[in-house]
């Protein structure tokens, strides 16, 4: 069995955009969602990695000239033109109840900007209005299109007075109840209130929160928009002067340097109410526990409830998101299963899926299989991991499901990846240490059976992330994926 794609480089070009990947530079463009026949012919490589570059290029020279910072007394921050007369908007924590400030362009020019409204109900959104003596601005476009879980995210801000920063990465979850969404392009101070860009280079969403370890402060890859449906309402307010005139809102950046130590095997009860830590981008509840972890070592966390919807998230040592979940330990229950990447201390951020949610929770840490060395004996297994696609789980832009995985690999490594399932056609995807695709498989056997392989040795070393998808929509149930 084969997709029928009718031009291959689109075809993988799609399927990089719907994940967040880099085409590989090294090889042509082929169709991911072929069986992989790779080839060195190195122009087609480049007009692949020519044309992923224009994209970014394009994106940043449309947009940065209506990306601005804001001074505000104390604070910093940026901000998105939106109309040519100088309507600015940003987020209500950059402003602070300050009635005027200092908007700097990105080709110098400075404006006083009057606030001239805030979100109500505690939206973090404020609205600016420059005094342009009648100067006509750069201006940002609103989306119109629907945001997807996978397509690619630009942002454009300063952090740390850096103006004219341009991040890229992609959407990670969308949370349509609380107006949010997920991403891990890079955001750090100074960027809250700055666009959240889609690949025309039009607004989807005004970057507002970032988790931080605690340690400078920095992105760890979670970050947070305010989407363009209550952005969309907050400028009809405005026009309509129906908008809030103060704003209370507090720091919004949580410190996750308080962290329990948790113990493998030991099952701790915990709390989620008004004296855990908070969210405030969306006022959900959370508990921050660590653990000494090995490369190699494969866990288990699970977080258990009865009172409240679980939410579980898992960073590595270096403070980057690792793996989340919502509801794979069933009901209201969350359960991360991961093999580590790195040997050193990890984060669980016990949090809650819906705004405000309290109550008790079971959280345990178990270890599936000890660390295992990178390179293993001939036989041995690296990863033997077992999965379920369902409903909520990651999707690509064909609606297929998808979970990802990881190992640790050397330079000249021959590996095996197969992942085997009685319930479905199976599809492998993996990537490289840089996050590029290097190799794929539908079928073992050309349309012979519902199992996928990949063999291959490993072009260098470092941590390689392993896509395992279902070849179409109707795809789910279990599977086991090997590494050896």
């Not at 990306?67 to 604070?75: F, T």
């Not at 300050?98 to 362009?105: A, C, D, F, M, Q």
């Not at 209201?332 to 309290?358: H, K, M, W």
């Given at each position: 069995?084969?997709?029928?794609?009718?031009?291959?480089?689109?075809?993988?070009?799609?399927?990089?955009?719907?994940?967040?990947?880099?085409?590989?530079?090294?090889?042509?463009?082929?169709?991911?969602?072929?069986?992989?026949?790779?080839?060195?012919?190195?122009?087609?490589?480049?007009?692949?990695?020519?044309?992923?570059?224009?994209?970014?290029?394009?994106?940043?020279?449309?947009?940065?000239?209506?990306?601005?910072?804001?001074?505000?007394?104390?604070?910093?921050?940026?901000?998105?033109?939106?109309?040519?007369?100088?309507?600015?908007?940003?987020?209500?924590?950059?402003?602070?109840?300050?009635?005027?400030?200092?908007?700097?362009?990105?080709?110098?020019?400075?404006?006083?900007?009057?606030?001239?409204?805030?979100?109500?109900?505690?939206?973090?959104?404020?609205?600016?209005?420059?005094?342009?003596?009648?100067?006509?601005?750069?201006?940002?476009?609103?989306?119109?299109?629907?945001?997807?879980?996978?397509?690619?995210?630009?942002?454009?801000?300063?952090?740390?007075?850096?103006?004219?920063?341009?991040?890229?990465?992609?959407?990670?979850?969308?949370?349509?109840?609380?107006?949010?969404?997920?991403?891990?392009?890079?955001?750090?101070?100074?960027?809250?209130?700055?666009?959240?860009?889609?690949?025309?280079?039009?607004?989807?969403?005004?970057?507002?929160?970032?988790?931080?370890?605690?340690?400078?402060?920095?992105?760890?890859?979670?970050?947070?928009?305010?989407?363009?449906?209550?952005?969309?309402?907050?400028?009809?307010?405005?026009?309509?002067?129906?908008?809030?005139?103060?704003?209370?809102?507090?720091?919004?950046?949580?410190?996750?340097?308080?962290?329990?130590?948790?113990?493998?095997?030991?099952?701790?009860?915990?709390?989620?109410?008004?004296?855990?830590?908070?969210?405030?981008?969306?006022?959900?509840?959370?508990?921050?526990?660590?653990?000494?972890?090995?490369?190699?070592?494969?866990?288990?966390?699970?977080?258990?409830?009865?009172?409240?919807?679980?939410?579980?998230?898992?960073?590595?040592?270096?403070?980057?998101?690792?793996?989340?979940?919502?509801?794979?330990?069933?009901?209201?229950?969350?359960?991360?299963?991961?093999?580590?990447?790195?040997?050193?201390?990890?984060?669980?951020?016990?949090?809650?899926?819906?705004?405000?949610?309290?109550?008790?929770?079971?959280?345990?840490?178990?270890?599936?299989?000890?660390?295992?060395?990178?390179?293993?004996?001939?036989?041995?297994?690296?990863?033997?991991?077992?999965?379920?696609?369902?409903?909520?789980?990651?999707?690509?832009?064909?609606?297929?499901?998808?979970?990802?995985?990881?190992?640790?690999?050397?330079?000249?490594?021959?590996?095996?990846?197969?992942?085997?399932?009685?319930?479905?056609?199976?599809?492998?995807?993996?990537?490289?240490?840089?996050?590029?695709?290097?190799?794929?498989?539908?079928?073992?056997?050309?349309?012979?059976?519902?199992?996928?392989?990949?063999?291959?040795?490993?072009?260098?070393?470092?941590?390689?992330?392993?896509?395992?998808?279902?070849?179409?929509?109707?795809?789910?149930?279990r599977y086991r994926l090997t590494v050896r």
């Amino acid at each position: 069995m084969s997709r029928q794609i009718l031009t291959p480089p689109a075809a993988l070009l799609a399927f990089s955009t719907a994940i967040g990947l880099q085409i590989a530079s090294g090889f042509a463009p082929v169709d991911l969602l072929q069986p992989h026949r790779w080839s060195s012919g190195q122009p087609n490589a480049a007009l692949a990695q020519d044309s992923d570059e224009s994209i970014s290029i394009q994106v940043y020279e449309q947009a940065s000239p209506a990306v601005v910072a804001i001074r505000a007394g104390e604070g910093s921050g940026s901000g998105s033109i939106v109309t040519a007369d100088g309507l600015v908007i940003t987020n209500a924590h950059v402003i602070d109840d300050v009635s005027v400030v200092t908007v700097r362009l990105a080709d110098g020019r400075e404006f006083q900007g009057d606030v001239i409204g805030y979100g109500s109900d505690g939206q973090d959104l404020a609205a600016i209005q420059l005094r342009t003596q009648g100067e006509t601005l750069p201006t940002i476009p609103v989306a119109t299109s629907p945001v997807r879980v996978g397509q690619r995210a630009f942002a454009i801000g300063s952090p740390f007075g850096l103006q004219g920063t341009f991040t890229v990465g992609i959407v990670s979850r969308l949370d349509r109840d609380r107006g949010l969404i997920q991403t891990d392009a890079a955001s750090n101070p100074g960027n809250s209130g700055g666009p959240l860009l889609n690949s025309a280079g039009e607004l989807i969403g005004v970057n507002t929160s970032i988790f931080t370890n605690g340690q400078g402060g920095g992105s760890i890859g979670i970050g947070f928009a305010i989407t363009t449906s209550e952005v969309r309402d907050f400028l009809v307010a405005v026009e309509e002067g129906n908008t809030a005139q103060s704003s209370t809102l507090a720091s919004n950046r949580p410190d996750l340097s308080n962290a329990e130590p948790l113990a493998f095997g030991r099952s701790v009860q915990g709390r989620l109410d008004d004296g855990s830590n908070v969210l405030p981008v969306d006022s959900s509840y959370f508990d921050v526990y660590s653990f000494e972890g090995q490369a190699g070592q494969e866990i288990s966390i699970d977080m258990i409830s009865s009172e409240f919807n679980a939410y579980l998230i898992l960073l590595t040592p270096e403070g980057l998101n690792l793996e989340q979940d919502n509801d794979s330990g069933g009901a209201s229950n969350a359960r991360v299963t991961v093999q580590l990447p790195d040997d050193g201390t990890y984060l669980i951020l016990a949090n809650s899926f819906e705004s405000g949610e309290t109550g008790s929770y079971q959280l345990q840490i178990t270890e599936a299989s000890p660390a295992i060395a990178s390179q293993p004996a001939s036989g041995s297994y690296i990863l033997d991991q077992p999965g379920t696609l369902a409903p909520g789980d990651n999707t690509l832009g064909d609606g297929s499901l998808f979970d990802t995985h990881t190992f640790s690999g050397e330079a000249g490594q021959p590996v095996v990846i197969t992942m085997e399932s009685p319930d479905f056609d199976t599809f492998l995807v993996l990537l490289d240490p840089s996050g590029e695709p290097i190799a794929d498989n539908d079928d073992i056997v050309a349309g012979s059976n519902l199992n996928s392989q990949i063999q291959i040795a490993l072009p260098q070393s470092g941590v390689y992330r392993i896509i395992a998808n279902a070849f179409d929509a109707s795809g789910r149930g279990r599977y086991r994926l090997t590494v050896r």
